[in-house]
C-alpha cells in the first residue's frame, strides 16, 4: 500500500525557515517523481515544486512564488523527500500536500496524497 | 502562466440529476488536464487525468472529454458522496495550475 506522512508543519514566525518532511512507503521510491502542493485556508490548492526521479537526474521545478526560497531535496536511503522553505512570509500559510506521480518515469499526474501539514506563518 | 478558468463557481444537484463542469486554459494544453474532488477537510483526489482518462478506483458516472483549450467534467448521475469542490489542473507547462474550483452542493 502506498503511504506518504508529511511531519515539520507548525507555527512559523515570518522570516524564519522550515523544513517538511515526507515519509514514504509501499513503492519503488527512485523510480518516481515526488511533488508538493499547498493549499492556503479557504482557497485552491497551488503547486509548489517537484523533484524527478534519480533516472532523470533528481532534478527540480519550483513555482515562481517561491522559487527564490525553496529547496526540494530526496533521501533515496530513507524514501524520504523534503521541502525547505526560507525567509517565510504570511501568504505561506496553509496545509501542505506531498504526492507521488501515477506511475515511474514522469507520468506527472499526482495521484497519491499525503494527509498534508499545516504550516502558520505568524508574528 | 496559464490560466484556467472553471465555471460555474457553485451548482446545485438533487441527487441522481447530471453536471457539467466547465474549465477553460488561456493557452492550449493539449491534453494535460487532470481533474481533483476536494472533500471537506480532505486531500484533492484524482479523478481524470489527461483530459479524459479515469484514475484508478474512480467510479464510471465521473467522465473527461476535451482537448486544447476547453475541458468538460461530466458527473452522471449526483450521488450525496459527490459533493465537494471540484478543480481542474495543467501540467502542460511549468508552473502547473488550478483553476478556481466549482463548488457542487446537494438541493
Known amino acids: 500500500e502506498v503511504n506518504l506522512v508529511e511531519s515539520g508543519g507548525g507555527v512559523v514566525r515570518p522570516g524564519r525557515s522550515l523544513r517538511l518532511s515526507c515519509l514514504t512507503s509501499?513503492?519503488?521510491?527512485?523510480?518516481?517523481?515526488l511533488a508538493w502542493f499547498r493549499q492556503p485556508p479557504g482557497k485552491g490548492p497551488e503547486w509548489v515544486g517537484l523533484?524527478?526521479?534519480?533516472?532523470?537526474?533528481?532534478?527540480?521545478e519550483y513555482a515562481a512564488s517561491v522559487k527564490d526560497r525553496i529547496s526540494i531535496s530526496r533521501d533515496e536511503s530513507t524514501s524520504t523527500v523534503y521541502l525547505h522553505l526560507d525567509s517565510l512570509k504570511t501568504e505561506d500559510t496553509g496545509v501542505y500536500y506531498c504526492?507521488?506521480?501515477?506511475?515511474?518515469?514522469?507520468?506527472?499526474?499526482?495521484?497519491?496524497w499525503g494527509q498534508g501539514t499545516l504550516v502558520i506563518v505568524s508574528a | 502562466e496559464i490560466l484556467l478558468t472553471q465555471s460555474p463557481a457553485t451548482v446545485a444537484l438533487s441527487p441522481g440529476e447530471g453536471a457539467s463542469l466547465s474549465c477553460r486554459a488561456s493557452?492550449?494544453?493539449?491534453?494535460?488536464l487532470a481533474w481533483f474532488q476536494q472533500r471537506p477537510g480532505q486531500a484533492p483526489r484524482l479523478l481524470i487525468y489527461?483530459?479524459?482518462k479515469r484514475a484508478t478506483g474512480i467510479p464510471a458516472r465521473f467522465s473527461g472529454s476535451g482537448s486544447e483549450t476547453d475541458f468538460t467534467l461530466t458527473i452522471r448521475s449526483l450521488e450525496p458522496e459527490d459533493v465537494a469542490v471540484y478543480y481542474c489542473?495543467?501540467?502542460?507547462?511549468?508552473?502547473?495550475?488550478f483553476g478556481g474550483g466549482t463548488r457542487v452542493e446537494m438541493k
Open positions: 509501499g513503492f519503488k521510491f527512485g523510480e518516481y517523481a
Open positions: 523533484i524527478r526521479s534519480k533516472v532523470y537526474g533528481g532534478t527540480t
Open positions: 489527461e483530459a479524459s
Open positions: 493557452q492550449s494544453v493539449a491534453k494535460y
Open positions: 489542473q495543467q501540467r502542460s507547462r511549468w508552473p502547473f495550475t
Open positions: 504526492t507521488r506521480e501515477r506511475r515511474p518515469n514522469l507520468d506527472l499526474d499526482f495521484d497519491f
